[in-house]
């Protein structure tokens, strides 16, 4: 069975940082295009950040930019969104998502991704 689960969410103040994790079952990111996906209450999901598969190619949201950053560690089957300077317009559950392809590029689209955790959700308040 093919999974992926989050970890890390949680409530965090205006200006503080989270790291999420999503760890791969089954199967292996290393050579995959990963990505950072999150959806706010009434909106729909929206791309923050992905990595292509040969891991030489991100791109972030310009909301994000210099504050978040995509990687991975291949043996641990892991990857990462490190969020600095969190901002209330943050807030919502965040997905991984990872593609069936190898070496794929990094697309911030939904439709790019086949696998998809269950959510972290990440709630940015004073």
């Known amino acids: 069975q093919l999974t992926l689960v989050e970890s890390g969410g949680g409530l965090v103040q205006p200006g503080g940082s989270l790291r999420l994790s999503c760890v791969a079952s089954?199967?292996?990111?290393?050579?995959?295009?990963i990505g950072w996906f999150r959806q706010a209450p009434g909106k729909e999901r929206e791309g923050v950040s992905c990595?292509?598969?040969?891991?030489?190619?991100?791109k972030y949201i310009d909301s994000v930019k210099g504050r978040f950053a995509i990687s991975r560690d291949n043996t641990k089957k892991t990857m990462y969104l490190q969020m600095n300077n969190l901002k209330p317009e943050d807030t919502g559950l965040y997905f991984c998502?990872?593609?069936?392809?190898?070496?794929?590029?990094?697309?911030?689209?939904?439709?790019?991704?086949?696998?998809w955790g269950q959510g972290t959700q990440v709630t940015v308040s004073s």
């Open positions: 998502a990872t593609t069936w392809q190898l070496f794929g590029l990094c697309v911030l689209r939904t439709d790019n991704f086949n696998y």
């Open positions: 990595l292509d598969g040969s891991g030489g190619g991100t």
């Open positions: 089954g199967f292996t990111v290393d050579s995959r295009a």
